[in-house]
Nanobody, 122 residues
């Protein structure tokens, strides 16, 4: 069983910063990719940032480039999202997402965290 546990959401004023954390735990053989999505009320869930293990690359949506930074601690199977210069339009529920090979399995699976609310006031 694999779980993703998020932390770090909250309320912040525009221009402020927040740091989200997501720790993967359980029977993990390897992590192919790990990242963050967000969903605002009435909108579709969208990719915010992610890293790909195979080529050690990072990817960002255009709306957060230059403001958000994704990083990871491989030893702890944890990914972080540092969010700076936050805007009211960044308000959403942020979900951790990971593509993981569980131990003993031949295919990878997609896992989601429970979501953490980020609210940016103007």
């Amino acid at each position: 069983q694999v779980q993703l546990v998020e932390s770090g959401g909250g309320l912040v004023q525009a221009g402020g910063s927040l740091r989200l954390s997501c720790a993967a735990s359980g029977s993990i053989f390897s992590i192919n990719a790990m990242g963050w999505y967000r969903q605002a009320p009435g909108k579709q869930r969208e990719l915010v940032a992610a890293f790909i293990s195979s080529d050690d690359s990072t990817h960002y949506s255009d709306s957060v480039k230059g403001r958000f930074t994704i990083s990871r601690d491989n030893a702890k199977n944890t990914v972080f999202l540092q969010m700076n210069s936050l805007k009211p339009e960044d308000t959403a529920v942020y979900y951790c997402n990971a593509d993981i090979f569980p131990r003993g399995r031949l295919v990878s699976y997609t896992y989601w965290g429970q979501g953490t609310q980020v609210t940016v006031s103007s």
